[in-house]
């Protein structure tokens, strides 16, 4: 049975790269502005990554256990260096150079968070009788330390400035906190207090990501500007209507209305080109991929396992929905790519981590 | 138990999804569809240049040259403070006209927006050089009319300018859009269907920069057609350097063909101001300049045309036969008609039918006048082209007026007396002509009664028009053109003629000179116009000058006139 889930992971994992490959070739085909070697740099990273996940598959996940704290330190190591060494570009500072590559510390994060909160949830921790302290010993072991954990890096990554990874981080913290099985009353005095929150993180955000925010109540305040990319992603979307204008010929993607459309807006391509039945086929193929790993995570016995591939669906899900979502005007425009399809290495890399450690959770499942 | 409530959030999540999927590309899809087809397919309009204006002997009147414009394209700009700092330290504008500027003339975000037109070769090139530092600038080449003769000729050329209200709601039919230059007054305007080039267009498609990526379509430009005037530019200098700074009108014409030569307005206007956007005020002052530069006076220009309205009188009696040739009346110096006295100028004694015409004597023709009747001077007023258009191929040409009685009764409020009669035959009252009238009546006088409509244009691109010329004969006898044509003659060359002034060795001239009294305490107009039959270029004129005092001046302005066109071998 297991063996099944993780053959279904296996195809919608190799589905949704073929169709973000096509798409990435189309949005870079005969094109001036977005060179054919983003998609051989894709190509390469497809198949190096399918390569790794298959690696991946054979090694014990449990070795993520042991490694859990060591990711994190390094990735925040990372995320303080940026500040340092990083590298400027698109007006934020995110890269950073690593052995002769461009790297994305941010997109590392999500893994490393995941990660360390399974773990950090999964383990036994010495409980503090204080009789009447109790309660207080729980909301700071179960609640407080983890808050802590998300917030440092978040925060850091929130200053780059991204908020949407920053928001993404806080997203997996919920879900895993969730579904770590904290009694409801902490559950939702968090949420209570993150709404509270939201007009002093209002008032921390830079213009742009006003603005983005603002435009997306109403992108005709700024057609030009912030609101262009909202207007034009969804004349691409739309004007693909049912069966689209076919594969190369999205005269929104062709003539470069849609900027980023390699990277984060790569949806519109495929909504423009391939229509509701292509857009429908690759939404389908996700969710499949969610529900499987959910149906997969359920069968874990062990709580590491369990929170870990929690963590995966939380984040298979926010970016997948999140960015369609943007693409679609039904969200603001924050940064966050397209699991698989969106042109860029790190996070490429990070999904593959992720599908790797999937398929080695259903691997040793059967060895149990 | 969680992990349910999981997953019906993320179901929920995707759920949402398809339908924001179904609601853009099923729901709204025509319309978004119909939006990006819209979005890519832009047209490129191409100036169809338009034709130029030359003289007679090949002199370019009005021609097109390249100028530059300033163009700022909404949005394309990155940073406005950056771009519009620079623009206003090269332009020398203050940078909030330039913002006030950008914000009224923008249209859409991907309408190019002039800021300035026709920019200095200089700054052009700054600007040019600096394009690639402010994305959203460009200095786009166009075509603006030039006028090299500036004043010179300015109301027989016209202008142009964008096209007004009026003009697109009459002419939408005909081709003409909100974008065009059309022509304004003169042959500009006359003219403007031939002249206009027809604005092509290549329909692209672009990309989200505005750059063309492929060619879809073309709709070549044709450029218009060449107008080839009679106006012979030596003449019209000479006749704008005789008026210089007086008001009048001075129209030359060829005998033989009716082509004008020169045609001169006084005070006149630089059309050229009219081009140049940065000329707005010397517009606005020309328009409201009491002077009425902007009017043709030789053909919108109404007055009383005083004694040289005795030429078509004098035919009038001959061919009503109401004298003879040797018939004479005597002149003291007035009329008494009942109680009045109407003046003449001198006391000329005897006149007969030469001598009242040399002399240019009031009581002959105030017995002529009597003679004939008012309704049968109307009618040869009219034979003459008094009181009705030439239909000289100019816009707004004015009518004159030739009064009757019914016309008389509503602005007089009494009937026509015999009075009216006296003063109606020296061309006084209320009759009005046009310098182009009276120099196409002498013209016709002239040729022995035949007419020919004065034209302005003698061919148009390669087509020759002179065919299409309008001529008629007047039904008089041409012996009795000759008897009149004896008076002018005497006119000039009598010692005793009102035009003896003219009396050039070597040219012969024959004429008739008019003082016109003006009501309000104003000089008289000064009128003179007649024909040289015997030069190699055979001429008529009419010289006239608003409140220019009395004929005398009229016959100075025509003697340098003459004078400057033998010198230059033109006659």
């Known amino acids: 049975m297991t063996r099944n889930l993780n053959k279904i992971i296996w195809i919608t994992t190799i589905v949704i790269i073929v169709v973000g490959l096509a798409a990435l070739y189309s949005a870079s085909y005969q094109n001036s502005r977005i060179s054919q070697k983003v998609f051989f740099d894709q190509l390469i990273l497809a198949s190096v990554g399918i390569l790794a996940i298959f690696g991946l598959s054979y090694i014990d996940y449990r070795k993520f256990y042991d490694l859990a704290y060591v990711f994190y330190i390094v990735n925040v190591i990372f995320l303080l260096a940026i500040f340092i060494f990083g590298r400027y570009a698109l007006g934020a500072k995110r890269w950073i150079e690593f052995f002769g590559l461009n790297f994305q510390p941010s997109e590392m994060m999500k893994f490393s968070i995941i990660l360390v909160l399974a773990r950090y949830f999964s383990d036994t921790k010495p409980k503090i009788e204080f009789s009447r302290y109790g309660l207080r010993s729980e909301f700071f072991s179960d609640f407080l330390i983890p808050l802590v954990i998300v917030s440092f890096p978040a925060l850091l990554v929130f200053k780059q400035p991204d908020l949407g990874t920053a928001l993404l981080l806080f997203g997996i913290f919920v879900v895993v906190l969730y579904a770590s099985g904290i009694s409801y009353k902490y559950f939702f005095s968090f949420l209570g207090c993150g709404l509270v929150l939201v007009p002093v993180l209002w008032s921390f955000m830079k213009p742009y990501q006003k603005d983005r925010l603002l435009v997306f109540l109403n992108p005709n305040i700024d057609p030009l500007g912030a609101g262009y990319t909202i207007i034009q992603s969804k004349i691409a979307v739309g004007s693909g209507q049912m069966f689209g204008k076919g594969w190369l010929s999205g005269t929104q993607n062709q003539l470069n209305f849609l900027p980023e459309r390699h990277t984060d807006f790569i949806f519109s391509v495929i909504g423009e080109e391939w229509g509701l039945a292509g857009a429908f086929f690759l939404i389908a193929c996700f969710f499949i991929l969610i529900m499987t790993t959910l149906n997969l995570v359920d069968r874990a016995n062990e709580k590491f396992g369990y929170l870990a591939g929690i963590g995966i669906v939380s984040i298979l899900t926010l970016q997948t929905v999140i960015n369609i979502g943007m693409v679609l005007g039904l969200c603001p425009i924050v940064g966050l790519t397209l699991p698989f399809v969106s042109y860029g290495r790190s996070s490429f890399v990070v999904f593959v981590l992720m599908i790797g450690f999937l398929l080695s959770l259903g691997k040793r499942r059967t060895v149990f | ?571």
Not at chain 2, 225 to 243: N, T
Request: proline share 4%; aromatic share 10%; hydrophobic share 40%.
């Open chain 2, 1 to 571: 138990m969680r992990l349910k409530i999981i997953k019906l959030v993320i179901i929920g999540l995707f759920l949402s999804l398809i339908f924001g999927l179904v609601h853009l590309q099923i729901i709204k899809g025509q319309e978004f569809y119909d939006l990006s087809r819209y979005n890519r397919i832009r047209i490129v309009p191409i100036d169809g240049n338009r034709g130029r204006i030359l003289d007679r002997n090949g002199v370019v009147l009005a021609d097109t040259r390249i100028s530059f414009d300033v163009v700022v394209i909404p949005q394309e700009i990155k940073n406005k403070e950056d771009l519009f700092s620079f623009l206003g330290t090269t332009l020398e504008i203050e940078n909030d006209k330039l913002l006030k500027l950008f914000r009224e003339r923008s249209a859409a975000p991907f309408v190019p927006v002039v800021i300035q037109e026709d920019l200095s070769r200089e700054k052009a090139i700054i600007l040019e050089e600096n394009k690639f530092r402010f994305p959203g600038l460009l200095v786009n080449v166009g075509a603006k009319r030039e006028y090299p003769f500036g004043k010179v000729g300015a109301h027989i050329l016209g202008y142009v300018s964008r096209i007004n209200q009026d003009k697109l709601k009459k002419f939408k039919d005909y081709g003409y859009s909100v974008q065009d230059v059309t022509g304004y007054s003169g042959v500009e305007e006359y003219y403007d269907n031939f002249l206009r080039g027809r604005d092509g267009g290549v329909q692209v498609e672009v990309n989200n920069r505005g750059k063309q990526m492929r060619l879809l379509g073309m709709k070549e430009s044709l450029k218009g057609q060449d107008l080839i005037l009679g106006i012979d530019a030596r003449i019209q200098k000479i006749a704008s350097d005789v008026l210089s700074e007086k008001k009048g009108a001075i129209v030359v014409l060829d005998l033989n063909t009716g082509e004008v030569l020169a045609m001169v307005s006084s005070p006149s206007f630089d059309p050229n101001a009219f081009v140049d956007s940065a000329k707005s005020k010397e517009r606005a002052e020309l328009i409201f300049d009491s002077d009425a530069p902007m009017m043709n006076r030789a053909i919108s220009g109404q007055y009383p045309p005083g004694s040289i309205f005795k030429i078509p009188m004098a035919l009038a009696v001959l061919d009503q036969k109401k004298v003879s040739l040797d018939k004479t009346f005597f002149c003291n110096g007035s009329y008494r008609l009942g109680r009045r006295s109407f003046r003449c100028s001198h006391s000329h004694g005897m006149q007969s039918f030469t001598e009242a015409i040399a002399h240019s004597c009031n009581v002959y023709f105030y017995n002529v006048g009597l003679l004939l009747g008012p309704e049968a001077m109307r009618e040869y007023a009219f034979l003459f082209g008094l009181g009705i258009p030439t239909n000289i191929d100019l816009p707004y040409e004015r009518v004159g007026l030739v009064p009757d009685a019914t016309q008389f009764f509503k602005r007089a409020g009494r009937s026509w007396s015999r009075g009216d009669t006296l003063n109606f035959s020296i061309g006084q009252g209320d009759v009005l002509t046009t310098p182009i009238q009276i120099a196409n009546m002498i013209s016709t006088v002239a040729r022995g009664g035949r007419e020919i409509t004065p034209h302005i244009m003698i061919s148009i691109g390669d087509v020759d028009k002179k065919e299409l010329i309008l001529a008629r004969n007047i039904d008089i006898s041409e012996k009795y053109f000759e008897d009149v044509k004896v008076g002018m003659k005497a006119a000039v060359e009598e010692y005793s003629g009102t035009a003896h002034l003219l009396a050039i060795p070597g040219i012969s001239v024959s004429g008739k000179t008019g003082t016109a009294q003006t009501s309000g305490g104003k000089k008289h107009h000064a009128w003179f116009s007649g024909f040289c039959p015997e030069t190699k270029r055979r001429i008529s004129f009419c010289v006239f000058l608003e409140h220019g005092g009395s004929s005398y001046y009229a016959c100075r302005a025509a003697r340098k006139l003459l004078i400057a066109m033998r010198k230059q071998k033109i006659i």
